[in-house]
């Protein structure tokens, strides 16, 4: 019988099914770094979200069988320790393709139209005393005819693609950064930065990846283009972003994601109000839709596993 642990059933809100095989289930809210140890000692499998497996602590887990990620990102898995010692890990996949470009295309939308800028000023009673049925205070550019970069060409990449393509804007796909050569249907990482009015960031969080857009990158952007970031905190230097928004190197940023997820301890974009920045709690994945086809797909992961299946295995 397997031994089914979800260390963090807070994750997810959504209606979790129990897997048709012979199993007992234990679920926590939550579960603090000190705790993890203790709550495995027993199980077989390990449903995580974004608690910590390192190699130290899977290598005390010697009855553990499978780690079941309920996300698609793994970062917080040392796949490379679960590689050595072939423990599988399963992760979701595409559950989110309609959610998060959403996401972005509201973020996108909501800053090359000045949004929060308008709303501060209407509740600053600007309207109010405009001598003029309207005020133009901030330049609103249209999506239609503009580029969009995309670093990332996943499922989430390509669903933005086709919002893009939908509102008419050409769409460039950015090539990893520092590589000799591009490949085809791609542009350099420094054409893309250099080309596009927006750019849109759905890459993996690790070695390659980690603070790829710094100072440098952030000047090297055009003045007038926002970025949106709906994948990992990581990928941007939050202190450069900030000031990149001060200073004007470019026009705007939305971001889903921060470098410490929650910011208990505080965080650079947080500590100011800027109508160039909106900032959501990691929300873009979370539509209802999306969470409850995230459910079904993690059950169903771990169903094939018993069944002899290699289904969304990442190791």
């Known amino acids: 019988m397997e031994h089914i642990v979800f260390l963090e059933k807070n994750s997810i809100r ?37 608690v910590r497996l390192t190699g130290e602590l899977l290598a005390r887990l010697p009855k553990l069988r499978l780690i079941a990620e309920a996300a698609t990102g793994t970062d917080n898995i040392d796949l490379a320790w ?20 959403e996401h972005v295309f509201m973020l996108l939308l909501a800053l090359r139209r000045q949004l929060p800028a308008y709303r501060a000023d209407v509740a600053a009673g600007k309207w109010q005393r405009s001598p003029m049925f309207c005020f133009f205070d901030h330049p609103i550019r249209d999506l239609r005819g503009s580029t969009l970069g ?8 390509r669903g933005v693609a086709r919002l893009a393509e939908a509102f008419d804007m050409r769409v460039l796909w950015g090539e990893r950064k520092g590589v000799a050569a591009v490949r085809e249907g791609y542009v350099s990482f420094e054409t893309l930065l250099a080309e596009a009015d927006a750019i849109s960031l759905h890459c993996p969080l690790d070695d390659r990846t980690r603070g ?23 990928l941007v230097d939050e202190t450069a972003l900030l000031r990149a928004l001060r200073e004007g190197w470019i026009a705007g940023a939305g971001f889903d ?22 900032v959501t709690p990691h929300v873009a994945w979370s539509s209802d839709t ?6 079904d797909q993690l059950i169903d992961n771990m169903e094939a596993f018993i069944g002899g299946e290699e289904r969304n295995r990442v190791a």
């Open 257 to 278: 994601v921060l470098s410490k997820e929650p910011p208990a301890d505080g965080n650079p974009l947080l500590d100011v109000e800027l109508p160039n920045l909106i």
């Open 212 to 234: 790829m857009f710094g100072e440098t990158e952030l000047r090297a952007m055009k003045r007038d283009a926002v970025l949106i970031n709906t994948a990992r905190g990581g």
């Open 290 to 295: 999306a969470m409850q086809s995230l459910a």
């Open 14 to 50: 959504a209606t979790v099914r129990q897997p048709s095989f012979p199993h007992t289930w234990t679920e926590y809210e939550k579960t603090a770094p000190q705790e993890v140890l203790d709550r495995l000692k027993d199980a077989t499998i390990v449903i995580t979200n974004k």
């Open 150 to 157: 995309i670093f990332g060409r996943g499922s989430l990449g």
């Open 82 to 101: 679960c590689r050595e010692h072939k423990l599988p890990v399963t992760n979701i996949r595409g559950y989110a393709v309609d959610t998060v470009p």
